[in-house]
């Protein structure tokens, strides 16, 4: 009995075996073309990827560029178009291929094994296809979200940039003004320095006499000092000669009255007598001649010193004529100078 049972499931299985192996033969040609359409549209939707890909990275290293920005709008337009075109296709492809799936499985076809492995293989590569096309549908919706994005960025980047060229312009008509302001006061500062250069070489011509006057005042002072000292010094000699002088007649005095008091011969006393009054005259003589001396250096002395107390008079009368000038200067700076 399980013997005849055991030969009944090997000719079932066997029959079966021939039935899945006829199935297989009938629906290979089928089942390659299947793939052929799948493996080609696969291939145009992995190219489709990679220029959206391309195109995102295009984006992404062009994101501030906004003069690519319209020829990034162009060529995402086209990818779309092209994009939707494959979808399209490969959505009829799809229907295509099921509704054979559908007839074929409604005339009762005995699928074999691995063409049933095949065909859930192809289920499950369509299944994951449909969702590429579903990840590439949102890629494409941020794609064009961040597209919007860029072109609202790049209005409020072409209003800052109005904005901004408006300020520049704002700023450069302030800078002209200032810069024609400038050029105006540094004429006015040109010409006010010159005037003020005259003015001061004017003064400069009194200044220098002034300084040389002063100079040869003050060598004068000096050549007066060294003459006032000689003086002194000849006024010290004449006083000890004086002396000396005084002394020398004293003690010829004392000889004289020594003299008379010897009761020497009358002609020998004359005769000293003489001589001594003729030293004494000489010496006189001497002392009139060294007090004239004397005076005529104080006379230059005192001439010396009224000339430098003129020359001092004068040089505080330019230093104050100096003064109000270089006062007079400022004063007249300052109105001409900026606020």
Known sequence: MLRREFLATRRRAEDLDRQL????????????????????????????????????NALQECFDNSCELEACHLRYRDLKIRYNEAVSEFQDRICTLEAQLAAASSFGVIVPPDTARRIADLESQLARSQSDLQVARNRHSA?????????????????????????????????????????????????TIATHTAELGRLQDPTSTLDWDLQKASQ??????????????????????VSAARDTISRLERRINQVERSQKPC??????????????????????????????????????RAERDQAQERLSNNAFLLSSALSHIRARSEPDSPA
């Open 267 to 304: 002609q020998d006393l004359e005769s000293t007598l003489t001589t001594l009054q003729q030293e004494r005259n000489a010496l006189e003589v001497q002392r009139d001649e060294l007090l004239g001396q004397l005076g005529e250096r104080f006379m230059d002395v005192t001439d010396l």
């Open 21 to 56: 192996t006829d199935a297989a033969n009938a629906a290979s040609p089928y089942a390659f073309f299947c793939q052929h359409k799948y493996d080609v549209v696969h291939h145009m939707l992995e190219s489709t990827r990679s220029e959206l890909a391309e195109c995102l």
């Open 143 to 191: 794609l064009a979200s961040k597209l919007r994005e860029s072109a609202t960025s790049h209005k409020a980047a072409q209003a800052d940039v109005a904005r901004l060229e408006a300020a520049i312009k704002r700023k450069n008509c302030r800078l002209r003004t200032l810069n024609d302001n400038y050029e105006r006061r540094l004429r006015i500062a040109d010409t």
């Open 220 to 241: 004068r002072v000096q050549v007066a000092t060294s003459l006032r000292d000689q003086a002194r010094a000849a006024h010290i000699a004449t006083q000890n000669r």
